[in-house]
């Protein structure tokens, strides 16, 4: 998570394609426009992401923009999470299933309604719920087009690369040890395919 702030697990990416070259005017709308937003009083997800200053967590304006800093372009995506815990949601669906059928002289429930009363039931606590921030700092070196993100998880991997590729119009493609040392070698001009000579190495000599 926090690539700045101290020690942190991260995934690497090598960007497919180059920015422009006036980069930082052509990308700040694009960002602006993938900036986090939060959740306003009527919405009923559980889920709100997008892209904020890698320093402050509150500026979604970009003014400054402090994103840029020669090679390199850095944010943080911000992803706020609203959770109804389980034995919540069941206690206020069976007290609402009860308030229903006292209210509508009923002895049973529908199954189909009590899937509604569960909707909307789990949709009013949602809007109470208070969200969970979560950032992920992000930083991209625009001259080796080599790119650090700051978390291991799948999900939001998967997540982030989405939300590059609608902002920056490029794709990413995931750098793994093997990849890396290819790499290396040629910008050293060797060729990489000795690479596939190397066989693991037992200390026991078994």
């Known amino acids: 998570m926090g690539l700045l702030r101290g020690s942190a697990s991260f995934s690497r990416y090598i960007v497919n394609g180059t920015p422009p070259e006036n980069y930082p005017e052509a990308y700040v709308d694009c960002i602006i426009r993938y900036s986090f937003r939060g959740f306003d009083e009527n919405s009923d997800l559980d889920r709100s992401t997008g892209w904020v200053n890698i320093m402050n967590i509150f500026d979604t304006?970009?003014?400054?923009?402090?994103?840029?800093?020669?090679?390199?372009?850095?944010?943080?995506?911000?992803?706020?999470?609203?959770?109804?815990?389980?034995?919540?949601?069941?206690?206020?669906?069976?007290?609402?299933?009860?308030?229903?059928?006292?209210?509508?002289?009923?002895?049973?429930?529908?199954?189909?309604?009590?899937?509604?009363?569960?909707?909307?039931?789990?949709?009013?606590?949602l809007k109470r719920a208070i969200p969970r921030t979560n950032t992920y700092d992000m930083i991209w070196n625009t001259q080796t087009s080599m790119l650090i993100f700051g978390t291991t998880s799948n999900r939001i991997c998967d997540e982030f690369a989405e939300l590059f590729f609608k902002t920056f119009g490029l794709n990413l493609s995931p750098v793994f040890p093997y990849s890396l040392a290819g790499i290396n070698l040629e910008k050293q001009c060797i060729n990489p395919g000795i690479l596939d000579s190397i066989r693991p190495f037992n200390v026991n000599g078994d």
């Open 61 to 125: 304006e970009f003014q400054q923009k402090q994103f840029h800093m020669y090679p390199y372009l850095s944010l943080s995506l911000r992803a706020d999470t609203r959770k109804v815990p389980s034995n919540a949601l069941k206690q206020h669906c069976l007290e609402e299933e009860h308030r229903v059928k006292v209210t509508e002289n009923l002895e049973y429930l529908s199954k189909e309604r009590r899937r509604e009363i569960k909707e909307i039931t789990m949709s009013r606590l």
